[in-house]
């Protein structure tokens, strides 16, 4: 289990705008005993949940505080492209950096297991993900493996926006 403060360190180069109200939260790999308070979260942030099962988690890390899931998201991995989904923040915990952090750490560990480009689909975070550097897609020009998610065909409405990044996987040498 990692501390947000080394993620600080790790991800942020402005360390002073990020977590400062919550040092006492962890980022960690979800497992299936998490499975119950990562659905009241995205549930509660109007997000699906209906494709979602404990075998999932396999990709997904949360930021805890206490026994509270504060914030959550996670990657489907589709052969060397990844869906990002499920990216939520608890409303009384927003704005402290907990969402940003996790989709960096998501970032690195798609990197790390040879993610070529992610996508994601929104309909009301595409600034947030813009800043990020992901970038308004054609949902038209959307790859077979990402339309054939639940997420793209089913659960996401037309009207939410793709959003694309290329990352360099990273090498062990």
């Known amino acids: 289990?990692?501390?947000?403060?080394?993620?600080?360190?790790?991800?942020?180069?402005?360390?002073?705008?990020?977590?400062?109200?919550?040092?006492?939260?962890?980022?960690?790999?979800?497992?299936?005993n998490d499975f119950p308070a990562l659905v009241r979260l995205l549930e509660a942030s109007v997000l699906p949940?209906?494709?979602?099962?404990?075998?999932?988690?396999?990709?997904?890390?949360?930021?805890?505080?206490?026994?509270?899931?504060?914030?959550?998201?996670?990657?489907q991995i589709l052969g060397n492209s990844a869906l990002l989904r499920s990216v939520a923040t608890l409303s009384s915990a927003r704005h402290r950096g907990l969402a940003t952090g996790i989709v960096k750490e998501l970032?690195?560990?798609?990197?790390?297991?040879?993610?070529?480009?992610?996508?994601?689909?929104?309909?009301?975070?595409?600034?947030?993900?813009?800043?990020?550097?992901?970038?308004v897609e054609s949902r038209n020009g959307a790859p077979s493996a990402i339309t054939k998610t639940a997420q793209f065909s089913e659960l996401c409405s037309q009207s939410a926006a793709l959003l694309h990044k290329c990352i360099s996987p990273l090498n062990d040498s």
Not at 15 to 21: G, N, Q, R, V
Not at 50 to 61: K, R, S, T
Not at 107 to 134: N, P, V, W
Request: glycine fraction near 8%; charge should be negative.
């Open 1 to 32: 289990m990692l501390k947000i403060k080394d993620f600080e360190r790790k991800l942020v180069v402005n360390t002073e705008c990020f977590f400062s109200d919550v040092t006492s939260a962890s980022m960690q790999y979800l497992k299936a």
């Open 49 to 75: 949940t209906d494709d979602l099962n404990p075998a999932d988690l396999a990709h997904f890390l949360g930021v805890y505080e206490g026994d509270v899931l504060l914030a959550a998201g996670g990657l």
């Open 107 to 135: 970032e690195i560990h798609a990197q790390r297991i040879g993610i070529e480009e992610i996508y994601l689909l929104t309909e009301t975070a595409g600034a947030f993900f813009q800043d990020l550097g992901y970038e």
